[in-house]
Structures are given as C-alpha cells and as structure tokens.
C-alpha cells in the first residue's frame, strides 16, 4: 500500500489513494497498526482519497485507535493539498465528501505549490442532542461536569465530531494526559468527545491545547479551533475572527456573521513510502 505522510500543524496523517477500491483487510485494525509511534509509520489517522459521485474527492479516515472519524480539519486540508499538488485536480476551488457532509476548499498557491487551505467547515451545532451532550442547558453553554473531583465549565459544540471546551488561566498547568480522557468518556458526552483547554489572550487571540477523542493528545485539531472560536463568541470572551495558537502552530478561525465557519492553515506533505498488507 502506497501512502504520504502529511501533518496539518503536527497533527499528522498517512494518506492513502484508494481510486481503485479500499484494501481488503480490517481497515480499523490497518489504522492502529499504521498509526502507531515507534512501531508502525506513526500517525493521528490513516485517511484514503476515494472517488465521489457528490463532490469532486471524498475522504474517508481513520482515528489512531481504529475508530471511524466523522470529520478532521487539518485531514480535509492535507488531502486538499494533496490531490492538487500531485496533479489528481487541477483548480484551486475543491469539493470533498466526508461523513459530516461535502466541504468547500480554496486552495492558495504559489505557483503548483498550496501555501494555504481555506475550508468553509460550516455551521456549528449547538444542539445538545445533536453534539451529542447530556444536559438541560441548551445552547449547552458553561456546563458544569465534575471529573477527578474537580468542576469544570464546559462549553459544548459540534462542528463534524463533538467538543467540550473549557475556559483556563493557563494551559501549560493542565494536566491533560489525565483530564483529557477523563472528560472525553464523561457519561454528558454520550458518543465521546474532543477536549479543548483554552486561555484567552485578547479578543482576535488565544491558546489551546487538545485531546482528541481516539487520537489523545495532538499538536493541532482543525474542528476544534472552529469550536474553540464559536465557545470563545458565545461566552463573550473574543471577536469572531481569531487567531487560535494550538502547540503546532496557529489557525486563523472566523465564524463570520454567527452563521458559517472558516478556516485557514497550511498543510505539509513529509515523506511517501510503502506499507506491506500481507
């Protein structure tokens, strides 16, 4: 099996063209072999490029513990750039499918090199029964759930996956290898969920750090940023366009008029290679 590594600001991706067909073995079982550090190519998922008979590509992946993602970001601009700089399109405006629905793309090019993605990711879901999240309090905004003994003010959105977005003086003191899985199988998130931490600078600024539901800990999480910003407008904390500063590097998130998201990063392409499915 062919495949690219790419990352999206470190969160990173094997990625795979599968024109021809999906291989013939346990793809989530592929996934948690593929990604793992150390023993396999290492990744946060393994995504195949599929044909669409709805939008120009569609974008089928897999989290690093084999379940099946919804919608991820930084995926959706690594294969962007991908199927464009390895000439598979050749137009700047894409269409890609993906299980949250087909997702419009601007790529910015420097000659046949993308510099950026820009990605109308949509409108956010703050419907608790759509995140889904288990609470009264709808739009389910500064949600008090208890983990560890201790209370955290969550901030529910689904933007593809579900995400629980909590407000702090300062990142660097959470203990997120504790509190991330912790809040991310809390019985309120009945399918799981994201985990954003966020501490904001000024109102076009803040930091994030993330664990991502069947990844754990990352460098980046596209969907998440876009749901950091629509938490940051509805607390009242920040503007709509923001730059959000996770530890890979910075998106600039715009949740333009309340309705629409966009999204702008770049992607990175870092080396190809071979895996044996036999």
């Known amino acids: ?130 995140i889904p999240m288990l609470t009264l309090t709808n739009p389910p905004i500064a949600v008090p759930v208890e983990v560890q003994g201790q209370r955290y003010a969550v901030t529910g959105v689904s933007t593809g996956v579900p995400h629980a977005i909590t407000f702090v003086p300062d990142v660097k003191r959470i203990d997120l290898a504790n509190v991330g899985p912790c809040l991310e199988r809390h019985q309120v998130f009945p399918r799981g969920t994201n985990v954003e931490f966020v501490q904001v600078i000024n109102a076009n600024r803040v930091l994030v750090r993330v664990w991502e539901r069947g990844a754990g800990i990352t460098q980046a999480c596209g969907t998440g940023a876009c749901a950091v910003v629509v938490a940051c407008v509805l607390n009242g904390l920040t503007e709509e366009a923001v730059d959000v500063e996770l530890p890979g590097g910075i998106l600039k998130i715009h949740w333009q008029n309340r309705q629409r998201i966009y999204m702008i990063g770049p992607a990175t392409e870092v080396f190809t290679g071979e895996w044996p499915l036999n």
């Open 1 to 130: 099996m062919q495949f690219t590594k790419m990352h999206g600001l470190g969160n990173d991706f094997v990625v795979v063209e599968a024109f021809a067909g999906l291989p013939s073995t346990d793809l989530s079982d592929l996934a948690k072999q593929v990604c793992r550090r150390h023993f396999g190519v290492g990744a946060d998922g393994l995504v195949f490029l599929l044909p669409s008979e709805v939008a120009d590509f569609r974008m089928h992946m897999y989290n690093a513990d084999g379940s099946l993602a919804e919608m991820c970001g930084n995926a959706l601009r690594c294969v962007s750039k991908y199927v464009y700089e390895h000439g598979l399109c050749h137009w700047p405006d894409i269409t890609v499918e993906t299980l949250d629905g087909i997702k419009q793309v601007q790529l910015a090019l420097d000659g046949n090199h993308v510099t950026q993605v820009k990605v109308d990711m949509g409108f956010p879901v703050l419907d608790p029964a759509r």
